[in-house]
């Protein structure tokens, strides 16, 4: 029992012995002291360091333009469509077989230009029964002007019955009525072959024949339709409440009441289907009787140039005729004006180049200007380009909405001056 105590006493002690003998040589060692002493400060420093503050954000760069003030006209539009002033359905004034088409489906063709060519033997022996007809109506006439040059003075004389120059002269005036109608019926007939050949009444295109070579044709067959475009009208229907706005000009110019110097301008844009302005201003031209019970609306007419036949018959586009002016109207460029579920905003840049979202009401587009009806003031700023960036920004930090967003504004420059109006 002794052993076993001893031991562990003897084995604590030199355990204690062995530690303080490394703890002393750790101390008096010049390389270990250097390296306690480098961890020391690299803690110290560690501890002490602070995290610097993370730069904010620069405002988002924008483009703005001043809110215009001026006299705006307001303009009525409808929708147009084309046709020619004259459309002339082609249709053979005899029957007969087709033999010849004589122009080019869709070419243009002119006045008194020879269309299409029918069969014409049956005319050419209709016209030689008929001349044949006026020979014998001649023959027959000739003899009864004989007969009553020889029983005039037979009869003067008593030596004939005077019944016999009645009948005579009754003879005669009946060959005179056949001569007529024989030379009525060749003419006739002259006039049936000379129908066998179809011409162009007018200067027009000439469309897509409905008729093909070898086809019985006759006075029921539309052949092909021809239509004059220059000029080229332009039909459509405004209500009676714009009508009546322009319509004391359209009586100047239907009545022709007013000298033609002095008579008032009302000049009419088409927007053609592509939506380009046709380059040629036209004049009301036609405008119908009465407005339609049915519809509220009146028919007018356009006129415009068409030398180029670049307008079609049956094609579509849209009048624009001014109609009132708007004073004082306050103008933005259309990209500055946002539409959100049929409702509009605008960003307006405050004194403080803050950006800030504001309602408002439009009225009619003017070239590349948008008419403000309601929201804005003559003097303010908007936003024109960088909205984008303004929406993720209120989208990530709401309260910007109230507070406004700060910006870095510059001026905005329409693409045409920049392209310098090339």
Same mark, same amino acid.
């Given at each position: 029992?002794?052993?076993?105590?001893?031991?562990?006493?003897?084995?604590?002690?030199?355990?204690?012995?062995?530690?303080?003998?490394?703890?002393?040589?750790?101390?008096?060692?010049?390389?270990?002291?250097?390296? +306690?002493?480098?961890?020391?400060?690299?803690?110290?420093?560690?501890?002490?360091?602070?995290?610097?503050?993370?730069?904010?954000?620069?405002?988002?760069?924008?483009?703005?333009?001043? &809110?215009?003030?001026?006299?705006? @006209?307001?303009?009525?539009?409808?929708?147009?469509?084309?046709?020619?002033? =004259?459309? +002339?359905?082609?249709? @053979?004034?005899?029957?007969?077989?087709?033999?010849?088409?004589?122009?080019?489906?869709? $070419?243009?063709?002119?006045?008194?230009?020879?269309?299409?060519?029918?069969?014409?033997?049956?005319?050419?022996?209709?016209?030689?029964?008929?001349?044949?007809?006026?020979?014998?109506?001649?023959?027959?006439?000739?003899? /009864?002007?004989?007969?009553?040059?020889?029983?005039? @003075?037979?009869?003067?004389?008593?030596?004939?019955?005077?019944?016999?120059?009645?009948?005579?002269?009754?003879?005669?005036?009946?060959?005179?009525?056949?001569?007529?109608?024989?030379?009525?019926?060749?003419?006739?007939?002259?006039?049936?072959?000379?129908?066998?050949?179809?011409?162009?009444?007018?200067?027009?295109?000439?469309?897509?024949?409905?008729?093909?070579? %070898?086809?019985?044709? %006759?006075?029921?067959?539309?052949?092909?339709?021809?239509?004059?475009?220059?000029?080229?009208? /332009?039909?459509?229907?405004?209500?009676?409440?714009? $009508?009546?706005? $322009?319509?004391?000009? =359209?009586t100047a110019f239907i009545t022709g009441r007013l000298p033609?110097?002095?008579?008032?301008?009302?000049?009419?844009?088409?927007?053609?289907?592509?939506?380009?302005?046709?380059?040629?201003?036209?004049?009301?031209?036609?405008?119908?009787?009465?407005?339609?019970?049915?519809?509220?609306?009146?028919?007018? +007419?356009?006129?415009?140039?068409?030398?180029?036949?670049?307008?079609?018959?049956?094609?579509?586009?849209?009048?624009?005729?001014?109609?009132?002016?708007?004073?004082?109207?306050?103008? &933005?460029?259309?990209?500055?004006?946002?539409?959100?579920?049929?409702?509009?905003?605008?960003? &307006?840049?405050?004194?403080?180049?803050?950006?800030?979202?504001?309602?408002?009401?439009?009225?009619?587009?003017?070239?590349?200007?948008?008419?403000?009806?309601?929201?804005?003031?003559? %003097?303010?700023?908007?936003?024109?380009?960088?909205?984008?960036?303004?929406?993720?920004?209120?989208? /990530?930090?709401?309260?910007?909405?109230?507070?406004?967003?700060?910006?870095?504004?510059? @001026?905005?420059?329409?693409?045409?001056?920049?392209?310098? %109006?090339?």
């Amino acid at each position: 029992m002794r052993t076993t105590r001893a031991f562990p006493l003897y084995g604590s002690s030199l355990l204690d012995l062995k530690q303080r003998k490394w703890t002393t040589q750790l101390v008096k060692s010049p390389d270990w002291g250097s390296v +306690a002493i480098g961890l020391f400060l690299l803690a110290t420093l560690v501890g002490c360091a602070k995290e610097e503050p993370k730069a904010k954000p620069s405002p988002p760069d924008v483009t703005v333009a001043d &809110v215009v003030q001026q006299d705006v @006209p307001v303009y009525g539009e409808w929708v147009a469509q084309l046709n020619g002033p =004259v459309n +002339a359905e082609i249709t @053979p004034k005899v029957q007969g077989y087709l033999l010849q088409q004589n122009y080019q489906n869709g $070419f243009f063709v002119k006045k008194g230009q020879l269309l299409f060519t029918l069969d014409p033997r049956q005319y050419e022996a209709e016209v030689d029964q008929a001349k044949a007809q006026v020979g014998t109506a001649e023959a027959n006439l000739a003899k /009864a002007n004989n007969d009553v040059a020889r029983d005039t @003075p037979l009869a003067a004389q008593k030596a004939i019955a005077q019944r016999d120059l009645d009948t005579d002269l009754t003879t005669q005036q009946a060959m005179q009525s056949q001569l007529q109608a024989a030379k009525a019926s060749q003419a006739n007939a002259e006039l049936n072959l000379t129908w066998t050949k179809v011409y162009s009444p007018i200067d027009g295109i000439a469309g897509v024949s409905n008729s093909q070579i %070898g086809d019985l044709v %006759g006075t029921s067959t539309k052949m092909v339709t021809v239509s004059q475009v220059n000029p080229i009208w /332009a039909y459509f229907n405004p209500s009676e409440s714009l $009508f009546l706005k $322009f319509a004391p000009e =359209v009586t100047a110019f239907i009545t022709g009441r007013l000298p033609r110097g002095s008579r008032p301008q009302m000049p009419v844009e088409l927007i053609q289907a592509n939506d380009i302005p046709y380059s040629a201003k036209g004049r009301i031209i036609y405008v119908n009787r009465q407005v339609g019970t049915g519809t509220g609306t009146i028919q007018m +007419a356009a006129e415009f140039p068409n030398p180029q036949a670049v307008l079609r018959p049956g094609g579509y586009g849209r009048v624009r005729i001014k109609v009132a002016d708007n004073g004082n109207a306050l103008l &933005v460029p259309q990209p500055a004006v946002i539409e959100v579920q049929s409702d509009y905003m605008i960003v &307006v840049l405050s004194p403080e180049n803050k950006a800030m979202f504001r309602p408002v009401k439009v009225g009619e587009r003017v070239g590349p200007n948008w008419v403000i009806t309601e929201g804005l003031k003559p %003097g303010e700023k908007v936003v024109v380009e960088g909205i984008e960036r303004l929406s993720l920004a209120v989208a /990530a930090m709401p309260q910007l909405a109230k507070e406004g967003i700060p910006v870095n504004p510059k @001026p905005y420059v329409p693409v045409a001056a920049i392209g310098g %109006g090339n």
